[in-house]
C-alpha cells in the first residue's frame, strides 16, 4: 500500500543517507559585492542605474544603514549556524555572478553583476564545496570576466560546473568522493527558458555555458549520455539547473515532463532547479526529488518594489537527504530564512507560517506535502510503495497487464532476471540480487542498469532496444506498466527477434550460411573500429587474467563439484604459462589499441542473422567485463560456435575481421583466448547448481564436462 513518508521517518545525516545543502541564486555582486571588504567599481551599465552603490541606498532607506565593510561571514548571517548545525555532506550553491574586475561588460544584457576576486573568501566562509555557474550573470562581464571568474574559482579550491573555456569544460561536472558514502557528481545545465542568451552556449572552440535551447528529446538524450557515461553504482547524480520564469507559480508542461525524464532516462537523483526569484513546489517522482524552484538566496533587492504577492525576501535553505545505495530520498528539511541589511536572518514564525502554507500548496499538486515542524522547520513528505516480486511476475505473466493485449505471455527466468516475451516484444525484469560481480538489489541500481542496457545494447541494435519502462502502484497498489504513479521496479522493453534468425538455431538447424558470417564479421570491425578504447598497462591487463584463472581454477576444483581435478590443473598452468611466456604479445596488443569497450557476452543465442546483423544482450552490469582485447571477443564467439557443434564459423569470422580491419591476431594467442574463455564458461555453468529452479542438475554438469574438454583441447595447442 502506499503511504505518505517524511524526513522523521529517515533521520537526516543517518550512517546510511549523503545530505547535500541546496539553495538557490548566490548574487552576490552589485550592491552585494559593494558592502564587502574588497568592492569592483561601482559601474553597471543598466537601464535604470549606473552605480551598484544605487541598490545599497535602496536597501538602507528601508532597513536602515548596513555597516560597511562588512566582514566575509556578515552576508550568510544566521545561515552560517543552521549549516554547522545540519552538518551536510556537500554544500552547492548557484553562484549567479561574474568573479571579476573585468569591465567588458556583455552589450545590450541590462543587468550587470560582478564581485571582486578578493571577496572570493566570503563562499569559502560558509563552506561552500561546489559554485555551479550555467546561469544569466555569469557572463556578465564577457568572456574575460568568465575566464577570471574560473580561473579565481579554481584558486579557492571551488568545483564550477556548468561554465568553461569551450563545451567540453562548461559540461564537465564536479565529482566529490565522500569515501564511505561514495560519490556525489554535479552537472549544471542553462536552458534558453531563465532567459540565459543563447550566444552564451559553450562550444568546441568558443567559452560560455552548458546550454540547452529547449526541453526536447534530443536535450534528454544528451545528458542522459552525459550521465551515463559517468554514474557508476552508489554515484548520486545532481542536475543543477537555471531555467524557468522569475516570478509566478505556474509550470509548463513540457518543464514538468522533461524533469521526468531526465529521471528516468539519465538517472538523475536530484533535480536542483532556480532562477525563479521566489520557492516553487516540489515533486518527488521516482522517489526521487525535484526542487522546480529554490528561489533567491543572497540578493541585494531588498526595498525594490514589485511582486510583493511572492514575499521575494524569504528564501529558505534544502537539506536533501538520500539513501547512499539506491539514490531515493530519505529526507528533505527546509530552514526558512529572510534578508534584511543584506544580512540573511531566520525568518520570523509568521514569515515561516506563510512559507509552509505556500509550499504546500504548491506542492500538493505534485503529491507532497509541506509540513510546519514546532522550531519553526519544514519538512517534506511524499508517497511510497512496496510490492513482492512474486506479485510482479505474476502480473507480468498476464497478457492482459500488456496494452496491446497479446495471445500470450512467455516467461523465460535467467540467473538474473525474468524474461516477458509478447507477440511482439520482450520486456526485461532485473531479479534483486546481489552477487560479487553485481548488485541489482535496490530498485535504484535496477534502474541504473535498466538505463545503461539500453544505452550500451543501442550500440549494436538501436531499433531493438526502444524503451526502459516502469513499473508503477497507485495507491491500492494496483499495478500497471508504464503508469503515472510510484514505481516499484523497471524493465527494458525490447523488439522481439524472430527465433529462426538467431545464430544458435541456425546452427542447430545446420542452416549458417558463409555469407552471413561475414556479414557479422564486417559488422564487429567496424563496431570495434568506433568503440571507446581502453588506456591501461600491460601489467594490469595480464593480471586481470592472472586473477581470473586463479578464481576459475579454485571454483572449479571444489569438492561437492566431483570435476577432474587433474584437467582443471592442466588447463590452469597451460594459460599461465602462456601469460608468463608470451607477454610481449599482450604489450603489442595494448600499445596497439585493441582493447575496448566491446560487447561483452558475444555468444551465437546474442547474434541475430538479419541483414544486416543485430547483436543483442551486451554486458552492461560490470563494465570491466566488457573491456576486451577484439581478439578475444571475437574469439569468445568462435569458442561457443565451436561448442554448439559449427567449428567453421571461427575461421571465416576471424579472416573477414583481418580483412576489415588490418589486425591479425596470433594463431596461439587466439588459442589462449579460446581456452580461457571455455575454462569460464565451465566456472560459469557449474554454478549453476546452486540455483536448481531453473534448470536440471544433471544438463549443468555435462555442460561444464564439455566446456572443460574443450578448454583443455585449445590448451594442448599452447605447449611450445
Known sequence: M???????????????????FLCGDVMTGRGIDQVLPHPCDPL???????SALSYVKIAEAVNGPI???????????????????????????????????????????????????????????AGIDCCVLANNHVLDWGYSGLEETLDTLRKAGLQAPGAGRNLEQASTPAIFDLGEKGRVIVFSLASGSSGVPSSWAATHDRAGVNFITDFSSAAIQSTADQVLAIKQPGDIVVLSIHWGSNWGYELPDEQREFAHQLIDKAAIDVIHGHSSHHPRGIEVYRSKPIIYGCGDFVNDYEGISGHDEYRGELSLMYFVSLNTHSGELTGLEMIPMRIRRFQLKRASRKESSWLAATMERESKRFGSSVELREDQSLSLGWGTADIEVSTKVAFLGRPSSYADHPARVEIIQTHMSWVFL?????????????????????????????LKELRLNRR???????DVIPLTAGDSGQLELGGEAEPVDWLVKMRRLPRECMLDDAIARRQVEESQVRRVARVLADFYRQAKVVNLTTDEYIRQFEQDIQANDRALSEPEY????????????ALQRYLSRERGIFETRVKAQCIVEAHGDLRPEHVCLTDPPVFIDCLEFNRRFRLLDTADELAFLAMECDFAGAPFIGP????????CSGDDPPQLLVY??????AQMRAKLSIRHLGGCDYGDSDKWVQRTMAYLHLSARYAEELHG
Open 460 to 466: 549494436l541494435a538501436r531499433e531493438i532496444y526502444l
Open 652 to 659: 571465416i569470422l576471424f579472416e573477414t575481421y583481418r580483412q
Open 422 to 450: 509478447t507477440d511482439r516484444f520482450v520486456f526485461k525484469l532485473k531479479k534483486p540480487v546481489r552477487l560479487d560481480f553485481l548488485d541489482f538489489s535496490t530498485l535504484e541500481q535496477r534502474r541504473l542498469n535498466c
Open 672 to 677: 589462449f583466448y579460446k581456452a580461457y574463455r
Open 44 to 50: 553597471i551599465f543598466e537601464h535604470y542605474m549606473k
Open 67 to 125: 555597516p560597511r565593510p562588512v566582514d566575509f561571514s556578515y552576508i550568510w548571517g544566521d545561515a552560517l549556524g543552521e549549516l554547522d548545525r545540519m552538518a551536510p555532506d556537500l554544500r552547492i550553491i548557484n553562484l549567479e555572478t561574474s568573479v571579476t574586475t573585468s569591465d567588458d561588460f556583455w552589450p545590450r544584457k541590462g543587468i550587470n553583476y560582478r564581485m571582486h576576486p578578493d571577496n572570493t573568501p566570503m563562499i569559502s566562509t
Open 562 to 573: 566431483s570435476l577432474p581435478h587433474k584437467q582443471i590443473s592442466l588447463i590452469s598452468k
Open 2 to 20: 502506499a503511504g505518505m513518508k517524511s524526513a522523521a521517518e529517515s533521520p537526516l545525516g543517518a550512517d546510511n543517507s549523503v545530505t547535500l
